[in-house]
């Protein structure tokens, strides 16, 4: 599939369309409360399982990899610019996962600094921690496309946005499992969503006002979704001990964006 009619939209309007797009993919994903009630867990499971396998092949061929090739480029080993982009952007994640209270789908551990939230809102943070990290990945892959003559990063805000589906049923499912009612469930995860935006927005800004900063940005958000999903993601979806059908999302949502990064150019 050619982008080049995408790749000529002005920079910032591309950003925008990109995360309004992922945006509503997440409040459809939301709206499926009011069809399904309460997700199967099965089910559920596997779309965590899918949406981590996406992020995973994001996180490598569309973020890792460009920027490992842009180092080379500017003569600079990639482990070395790459990896340490990487790490930091999994540090970074760490430590809003540390200061940020939340509670993860599932769990009655309480994370980051004590707190008097209630449920509701402890989940809304955890699916929020989520939606950042994919959001800058996406401002950034699409920002990058300026820079960049053979790059597109519309596989990442299509696998991003596909992804989202499954997260905006979970968090309102969610919700509405612990008694929050529909409407307000489907809100929480329309708000959580929107964080997205914000992420997707400052990471376009960060590249259009410093673009020497590209790998480095690249490598630093294919480190924080990678932390988001070892952290977090895969261990909610085998925390119901549906290990084999969150494992076979997880392999199909790996080989369906490895498909979309190779077949859109």
Same mark, same amino acid.
């Given at each position: ?119 509701? /809102? ?9 939606? @950042? *990290? $994919? &959001?800058? +990945?996406?401002?950034? %892959? !699409?920002? #990058? ?8 990063? /519309? ?9 989202? @589906? *499954? $997260? &905006?049923? +979970?968090?309102?499912? %969610? !919700?509405? #499992? ?19 935006? @914000? ?67």
């Amino acid at each position: 599939m050619n982008t080049t009619a995408l790749s000529e939209i002005n920079p910032s309007l591309l950003v925008i369309i990109g995360v309004l797009f992922t945006w509503m993919l997440n409040n459809l994903g939301s709206l499926g409360i009011f069809i399904f009630n309460t997700p199967n867990r099965k089910v559920l499971d596997f779309l965590l399982g899918f949406s981590a396998g996406v992020m995973l092949a994001a996180s490598i061929w569309s973020l890792l990899v460009p920027s490992m090739n842009i180092s080379e480029f500017l003569n600079i080993p990639g482990w070395i610019l790459a990896g340490g982009a990487f790490i930091m952007g999994t540090l970074a994640i760490k430590l809003l996962d540390t200061l940020i209270p939340h509670l993860h789908i599932d769990s009655t551990k309480v994370e980051g600094i004590s707190t008097n939230f209630k449920k509701p /809102i402890l989940l809304y943070l955890a699916m929020t921690l989520h939606h @950042i *990290p $994919e &959001g800058f +990945a996406v401002g950034i %892959a !699409l920002g #990058a496309m300026e820079l960049l003559p053979n790059y597109s990063g /519309i596989p990442v805000a299509i696998g991003i946005g596909i992804q989202n @589906i *499954p $997260e &905006g049923l +979970a968090l309102s499912g %969610a !919700l509405l #499992a612990y008694g929050v009612g529909k409407l307000k469930s489907f809100l929480y995860g329309v708000m959580s969503g929107f964080s997205e935006i @914000i992420g997707g927005i400052i990471g376009f800004l960060v590249i259009a006002a410093i673009p020497h900063f590209l790998p480095i940005s690249l490598a630093f958000a294919a480190g924080a979704m990678f932390y988001i999903v070892i952290e977090e993601v895969i261990p909610e979806s085998q925390m119901s001990g549906n290990t084999d059908i969150s494992t076979a999302g997880v392999i199909i949502g790996f080989v369906l964006m490895m498909t979309l990064d190779n077949v859109i150019i």
